[in-house]
C-alpha cells in the first residue's frame, strides 16, 4: 500500500478546472514539502510537471499548479485541455529514516 | 538536447539475472544523482533505487533489497541495474531518470523505458 493515496480517477470537461489530491498516510512523507508531479501518456515515459509543491519547470504550461496543505497535496489543472487526458502520479520523500522516494497510486484524467 | 537510453531488458526465467543500462547524453552525468523506477503493466509507479553523483552512496526500496544493485561509470555517463533472483513481481517497464537536484527527490529527465519480464 502507497504512503500517497490519490483518487483512482478524475473527469472534466474542456475548460473546466480540476484538483488531484494526494494524501500522505505516513507522517514522515507528510512533513516534507518535497513533493513532485508527474504526467503519463498512454505508452510514453513519466513527465515532470511540478517540484517542491509548487515550482514549474521551463516549458510547463501554467496551467498546471500545485499546492499543500498539512499532510494532503493538490495539483490543479485549469482550462483543461483535451491533451491534458493523461495518468498523473504525486511523488514525494519519504524521510531520513529510509530515504527513500514513494509515489502515489496514480490519477487517471479523463476530459 | 539532454536524453536517457535504457536497454539491456527481455525475457528471463524466475531465478535468473540481467542487467540494465541507462546511457546519458547532452547534459553532465556525472553531477547528477540518477534513479530506477519501474511500472508494472497496466500499474503505477514504483521507485526503485538511486545512487549518488560519485556512486559512493545508494539506496533500494525494500522489496529489492539484497537482489538489485545500482551502480554507476561516469567516464560512460552510464547507470547500472543489476537485478539478480529475478522473481515475476518484477516485471515491468523499468526507467531510468536523473534527479532534478541533489536531496530535493524529483525526477526532470526520463528515458523511455526497457521492459523486464520474468516468466517460465
Known amino acids: 500500500q502507497s504512503a500517497l493515496t490519490q483518487p483512482a480517477s478524475v473527469s472534466g470537461s474542456p475548460g473546466q478546472s480540476i484538483t488531484i489530491s494526494c494524501t500522505a498516510t505516513?507522517?514522515?512523507?507528510?512533513?516534507?514539502?518535497?513533493v513532485s508531479w508527474y504526467q503519463q501518456h498512454p505508452g510514453k515515459a513519466p513527465k515532470l510537471i511540478i517540484h517542491?509543491?509548487?515550482k514549474r519547470p521551463s516549458g510547463v504550461s501554467n496551467r498546471f499548479s500545485g499546492s499543500k496543505s498539512g499532510d494532503t497535496a493538490s495539483l490543479t489543472i485549469s482550462g483543461l485541455q483535451a491533451e491534458d487526458e493523461a495518468d498523473y502520479y504525486c511523488?514525494?520523500?519519504?524521510?531520513?529514516?529510509?530515504?527513500?522516494?514513494?509515489f502515489g497510486g496514480g490519477t487517471r484524467v479523463t476530459v | 538536447e539532454a536524453h536517457l537510453v535504457e536497454s539491456g531488458g527481455g525475457l528471463v526465467q524466475p531465478g535468473g539475472s540481467l542487467r540494465l543500462s541507462c546511457e546519458g547524453s547532452?547534459?553532465?552525468?556525472?553531477?547528477?544523482?540518477m534513479t530506477w523506477v519501474r511500472q508494472a503493466p497496466g500499474k503505477g509507479l514504483e521507485w526503485v533505487a538511486n545512487?549518488?553523483?560519485?556512486?559512493?552512496?545508494?539506496y533500494y526500496v525494500d522489496s529489492v533489497k539484497g537482489r538489485f544493485t545500482i551502480s554507476r561509470d561516469n567516464a560512460k555517463n552510464s547507470l547500472y541495474l543489476q537485478m539478480n533472483s529475478l522473481r515475476a513481481e518484477d516485471t515491468a517497464v523499468y526507467y531510468c531518470?536523473?534527479?532534478?537536484?541533489?536531496?530535493?527527490?524529483?525526477?526532470?529527465?526520463w528515458g523511455r523505458g526497457t521492459l523486464v519480464t520474468v516468466s517460465s
Open positions: 531518470a536523473r534527479d532534478g537536484s541533489s536531496w530535493l527527490w524529483y525526477f526532470d529527465l
Open positions: 547532452g547534459f553532465t552525468f556525472s553531477s547528477h544523482w
Open positions: 545512487i549518488r553523483q560519485d556512486g559512493s552512496d545508494n
Open positions: 505516513s507522517s514522515d512523507v507528510g512533513s516534507y514539502n518535497l
Open positions: 517542491e509543491v509548487s
Open positions: 511523488c514525494s520523500y519519504a524521510g531520513s529514516n529510509t530515504f527513500h522516494v514513494v
